[in-house]
Antibody, heavy 121, light 113 residues
């Protein structure tokens, strides 16, 4: 069964940092592009970042560029989102999502359950 | 950025009746070399993560009931639930994956009348 499991969400103070992880199973992880999508409480979906299957290419939403870093370790079937200088607007459930292809211009065919990041003093 | 605008924001439909959700993109999401619309529809039930229903604007994901269908052309797309079931209560999102940043519509909440 194809699965994605996020972890690392927590309560963090404004200006703080956090690292989210997403463990994948049930498919050849390195063959697929991956993304992070977030959802603020009671709000809609917002794409955050993308990484190609090999990990060499990443893209970010303007709202997080320069603060977030997306990486992956294909040997561990795991991807990471390093988040710095967090603000209240970053409070959200963060989902990892699998792209249906390696290069990423494709729909998200598998989603994790999400991990909650709360930024508050 | 490509702006995705859904309508209506919410709708209430009787069981067994048709539900129609519209999505408009601010620019074309048709990639001419492969003649695909880079448009997907997702369903998010309360307390759950999103689930892919439709991709390439018209193709139903494996396992999705055939009462769900996608249609449209140009910059206007539609998700139709032909006969609403109780388990279809959810928020539905369209998304373009034609150009980064990939963007979602604001969501349409479907309820039972």
């Amino acid at each position: 069964e194809v699965q994605l499991l996020e972890s690392g969400g927590d309560l963090v103070q404004p200006g703080g940092s956090l690292r989210l992880s997403c463990a994948a199973s049930g498919f050849i992880f390195g063959n697929y592009a991956m993304s992070w999508v977030r959802q603020a409480p009671g709000k809609g979906l917002e794409w955050v970042s993308y990484i190609r299957g090999g990990g060499a290419v990443t893209h970010y939403a303007d709202s997080v560029r320069g603060r977030f870093t997306f990486s992956r370790d294909n040997s561990k079937n795991t991807m990471y989102l390093h988040m710095n200088n967090l603000g209240a607007d970053d409070t959200a459930v963060y989902y990892c999502a699998k792209c249906a292809s390696s290069y990423g211009n494709d729909a998200f065919d598998v989603w994790g359950r999400g991990t909650l990041v709360t930024v508050s003093s | 950025d490509i702006v995705m605008t859904q309508s209506p924001d919410s709708l209430a439909v009787s069981l067994g009746e048709r539900a129609t959700i519209n999505c408009r993109s601010s620019q074309s999401v048709l990639y001419s070399p492969d003649n695909h619309y880079y448009l997907a529809w997702y369903q998010q039930k309360p307390g759950q993560s999103p689930k892919l229903l439709i991709y390439w604007a018209f193709t139903r994901e494996s396992g999705v009931p055939d009462r769900f269908s996608g249609s449209g052309s140009g910059t206007d797309f539609t998700l139709t639930i032909s006969s609403l079931q109780a388990e279809d209560v959810a928020v539905y999102y369209c998304q373009q994956y034609y150009d980064i940043p990939w963007t979602f519509g604001q969501g349409t909440k479907v309820e039972i009348k």
